[in-house]
């Protein structure tokens, strides 16, 4: 008669450190954005105990005479996010309807290829490229850095329209054709009222990346807090401002630009938050279907 | 009604007439039986329901399972085989809301105690499975993975090991000039003896086999029961097989389940009858058993 | 059957042109349109980074690559302290990211799945994502360089930061892909589940995870905002992370933008070239792994 075996485990120590490991490393994400919250508002705390709601309301900023007014600068980045979306999204919408729809299967790799390359490109280069060869011939403004925000956040939209667009259903295209639909009705019937909600995601994820990309509007922009509707006048946005300002800024202006960042994280994260839920909403119906 | 036998029924063989349909079986003389029914007890498994969440997949196993028999799980789709087998090494653990209620003694121990490691039992308990899966790597390093598990670093021993391995698999004459090449590269019966030479390589007691014939072509499924049958001289084989020739060729004792429906219209597994595979073949207890087995369904 | 011409005048099956098709190949146009106002800036940009970077980097290779960075208002070559900054910051900056981003995929794949835990983790690595460059600068300039103040290794805790949400998620598509089956496989031998995951999953996923990882990369090498607020300045190399200021070429291609002199307007343009093989060449790298590893399947 065999002796019972053991089966108890006592090696397992490794297996359980690796595991500890493992959930250390997904909760410093948690930490991480706990952390930035935290630490920011605290810094920011001494401008709005200086200036209380004011400093949301307020157009003037003057390190003079320590008054910080974020309004130029909330506007500034709305504005030029909005000229940027304006402009992005029915080029980007375009080429994602073309390399799905329209080019043949040779062109639709290189097409990919080269949206993948605009989005490699750091956007500080197209900063350089604006600021020393757009600005001279158009003056640095908010359409300036709306058109550099444009050609950054073209890719994104892209390749998300892509992902949407091609969870059309086949056979709702080919219900289209059969009709005896031209390839532009078709688009019309089939892919584009499919696709119509995550491309609202689409570009609502382009809108929260126009508004957090710093450098290239940073270097157009015009630097001079203004509120203007004409899209000529230069004027200034918050990433930029608190890039151009930071090196010689006092510590209450700090506390100042840090308040600009707060709410520019509060803000992108909003945007980006309701665009993925939308996106992922509009995913999770086709498939579904 | 329904047979569930702890010990399968002896029963004096004579030459019964076959039915028509029924696979034949090699015959069984009472010596053979007596043998059969006095090998030791490996596995003991008593009342075991299977329960994925709330659901009770599986409900009331009672099977003893002896030392170097093959043991098969018949029956139709559906209805428990391969998740029984699963619980023989707690591979049902891997699946989020297992659990069983019962009890599944391995040499008397409760393999679901809870001081009960599932990596010790599933070193003492190897498993084939359906979709042969050879590691990405190469045909040696395979083999290797499991002794190396087992601290064996010594290249000499484990040339040994690998050796032995592939030998006992019927795989060492087609692969000995390659064994650094990829596991992938070989055909799927290939592929499948490798995944024996992987079990058997860390000398467990018992060897599950999951339907391990069911991917390939009928050459390289006669090449593997016929491993079994030399296998089963080292090892304990308990092979879960949609194929009833198979079963009746292969298996010392047969257990057939089936799937039936309880009164609030769940469907649920259930082991209809556990005996050895000549009585189950030629005169089965249940009318279950018999349908099945003479084709009428299933 | 070829229908004879005649027969199939009869049947108008030929093509016609009516408002729908002129419509249709208006449309077209115009989208293939909007590649071509895709592709201008594009090759606008590249037109100026190489015409006008090439003409200080190869001119003078390579002294440009070598040479400390001269002041703004003298010409001549020399960038080679940010190039130095931007592989070492970069460097530190993956060696913190990718290891911490892979092991937080495993906890999402391997153990937490489904879990509510394991979803919040998964929600805010994608909220993480989203936070613009800036704010990760600002962050680590309170957290760290306010305490240790100007490093370079501040400016890798930031890009690390930037990259951990990134790694994270292309890593657990990747371990997505391994079959379960060979799971299965390692666990029914007795391997532990820290076993299977190093020996046998990480491996099958290694090339998704080197190619994901090393666009994580590219992306922070050219990042710009986190490195001003946490690495200073210099002109000089420095080859420690951790004692005095330090460059690199991102923050270097910033500066030299604002400046209004042609000197240090053209080393922008050499340094926003070797950025831009930099980036291009560890993207290059990253698809070719991708297409190795797809053809060997």
Redesign the interface.
């Given at each position: 008669?065999?002796t019972?075996?053991?089966?108890?485990?006592n090696?397992?120590l490794?297996?359980k450190?690796?595991?500890g490991?493992?959930?250390?490393?997904?909760?410093?994400?948690?930490l991480?954005?706990a952390?930035?919250a935290i630490?920011?508002t605290n810094?920011a705390r001494p401008v709005l105990g200086h200036m209380g709601l004011d400093f949301f309301t307020s157009s003037k900023w003057s390190e003079h005479d320590n008054i910080f007014g974020a309004l130029p600068f909330i506007w500034g980045t709305v504005y030029t996010a909005a000229i940027a979306v304006v402009l992005a999204v029915?080029?980007?919408?375009?080429?994602a309807?073309?390399?799905t729809q329209?080019a043949p299967p040779w062109l639709k790799r290189p097409?990919v290829y080269?949206?993948?390359?605009?989005a490699?490109?750091?956007?500080?280069?197209?900063?350089?490229?604006g600021?020393?060869?757009l600005a001279p011939h158009l003056n640095r403004s908010f359409l300036t850095a709306g058109i550099i925000l444009a050609?950054m956040i073209?890719p994104i939209i892209?390749s998300l329209a892509r992902e949407v667009i091609e969870t059309t259903a086949q056979s709702d295209k080919e219900a289209a054709y059969a009709l005896g639909a031209?390839?532009?009705?078709m688009?019309n019937a089939a892919v584009i009222p499919h696709a119509k909600g995550g491309l609202v995601g689409a570009v609502m994820l382009g809108l929260?990346?126009a508004?957090?990309?710093?450098?290239a509007a940073?270097?157009v922009i015009g630097s001079s807090a203004q509120i203007a509707l004409n899209p000529l006048k230069s004027g200034d946005s918050m990433?930029a401002v608190?890039?151009n300002q930071?090196g010689e800024a006092s510590d209450l202006q700090k506390s100042a630009?840090?308040g600009l960042?707060v709410t520019?994280?509060a803000m992108?994260?909003i945007?980006?938050?309701v665009a993925?839920r939308i996106v992922q909403r509009s995913m999770q119906k086709t498939r579904g279907a | 009604m329904v047979v569930n036998s702890a010990k399968p029924t002896s029963v004096a063989v004579t030459k019964t007439p076959v039915r028509t349909n029924a696979p034949s079986v090699p015959e069984l003389r009472p010596s053979m039986l007596e043998a059969l029914m006095t090998a030791?007890t490996v596995y003991e498994v008593s009342n075991l329901d299977v329960f994925y969440g709330s659901y009770k997949a599986v409900r009331g196993v009672n099977m003893t399972i002896r030392k170097n028999q093959i043991t098969a799980f018949i029956g139709p789709s559906g209805c428990g085989k391969t998740t029984v087998l699963r619980c023989l090494n707690r591979m049902n653990d891997l699946i989020p809301g297992a659990r069983i209620e019962g009890k599944v003694l391995?040499?008397?121990?409760d393999?679901y105690a809870p001081?009960?490691?599932?990596?010790?039992?599933r070193r003492?308990v190897g498993m084939v499975f359906q979709k042969p899966n050879p590691f990405p790597k190469s045909i040696y390093d395979n083999i290797a993975y499991g002794p190396r598990i087992n601290g064996i670093r010594d290249r000499k021993k484990l040339d040994e090991i690998v050796e032995r391995s592939l030998r006992s698999a019927a795989l060492w004459d087609e692969v000995k000039d390659r064994l650094g090449t990829s596991a992938l590269g070989m055909s799927g019966g290939q592929q499948q003896r490798l995944c024996i030479a992987r079990t058997i390589a860390v000398e467990p007691e018992v060897v599950l086999m999951d339907e391990p014939c069911s991917a390939l072509d009928p050459i390289a499924t006669a090449r593997i029961e016929e491993l079994m049958r030399e296998l089963k001289q080292k090892y304990t084989i308990v092979i879960v097989t949609h194929n009833m020739q198979q079963a009746a060729r292969t298996s010392d004792c047969t257990a057939f389940y089936t799937a039936e429906l309880d009164q609030a219209g769940e469907r649920f597994g259930q082991l209809v009858e556990y005996d050895v595979t000549a009585k189950i073949f030629s005169n089965p207890s249940d009318t279950r058993t018999e349908n099945y087995i003479t084709g009428r369904f299933g | 059957m070829v229908m004879p011409q005649e027969l199939a005048r009869a049947l108008e099956l030929r093509p016609r042109r009516t408002w729908?098709?002129t419509?249709?190949t208006i449309?077209?146009g115009?989208?293939?349109?909007?590649?071509v106002?895709?592709?201008i800036?594009?090759v606008?940009?590249m037109i100026?980074?190489f015409a006008k970077g090439g003409a200080i980097l190869f001119a003078h290779f390579p002294k440009f690559l070598t040479a400390d960075i001269p002041p703004t208002r003298v010409a001549g070559p020399g960038m080679g302290p940010a190039i130095i900054g931007t592989l070492m910051i970069t460097g530190m900056a993956t060696v913190i990211a990718v290891p911490?981003?892979v092991?937080?995929a495993?906890?999402?794949h391997?153990?937490?799945g489904q879990s509510k835990?394991?979803q919040?983790?998964r929600f805010?690595?994608?909220?993480?994502t989203?936070?613009?460059?800036?704010?990760?600068g600002?962050?680590i300039y309170?957290?760290w360089t306010l305490n240790f103040k100007l490093q370079g290794f501040g400016g890798a805790l930031a890009l690390a930061?930037l990259m951990?949400?990134i790694v994270?998620s292309a890593s657990e598509q990747m371990l997505k892909l391994v079959p379960n089956g060979l799971r299965e496989a390692s666990y029914a031998l007795g391997a532990?589940?820290?076993?299977t995951?190093?020996t046998i999953v990480l491996p099958a996923a290694s090339s998704g995870i080197v190619s994901g990882s090393l666009l994580a990369v590219?992306r922070a090498?050219?990042?710009?905002?986190p490195l001003?607020?946490t690495i200073g300045a210099t002109r000089v190399l420095n080859t420690s992370l951790f004692h005095g200021d330090d460059t690199a070429l991102?923050a270097r291609?910033?500066e030299?933008?604002?400046e209004a002199v042609a000197s240090a307007?053209e080393r922008?343009?050499g340094a926003?070239l070797a950025?831009?093989l930099l980036?291009?060449t560890l993207?290059v790298i990253a698809r070719v792994i991708t297409a190795l590893a797809t053809r060997r399947k």
């Open positions: 008669m065999t019972k075996p053991d089966l108890s485990g090696r397992q490794g297996d450190a690796f595991g490991l493992a959930i250390g490393a997904a909760a410093l994400v948690l991480i954005l952390l930035i630490t920011m810094r029915p080029v980007s919408i375009g080429v309807l073309f390399i329209i097409l080269l949206i993948d390359l605009l490699v490109v750091p956007s500080v280069v197209f900063g350089l490229w600021v020393l060869m050609i073209v892209t031209t390839r532009w009705e688009i929260g990346r508004m957090g990309e710093t450098i940073a270097l990433p608190i890039a930071w630009l840090i960042a520019l994280f992108t994260i945007v980006n938050l993925s | 030791p391995y040499h008397g121990v393999l001081d009960v490691s599932a990596t010790e039992v003492r | 729908r098709t419509k249709n449309m077209t115009l989208l293939g349109g909007a590649v106002v895709v592709a800036p594009l606008l940009v100026s980074v911490l981003g092991m937080g495993i906890y999402l391997e153990y937490g835990f394991a919040l983790v805010m690595a994608m909220v993480m989203g936070v613009p460059s800036i704010v990760m600002l962050f309170i957290v930061c951990l949400p994270i532990t589940k820290a076993r995951i190093l590219a090498a050219g990042e710009t905002a001003l607020f991102s291609i910033f030299n933008a604002k307007q922008g343009w926003a950025l831009v980036t291009f993207t």
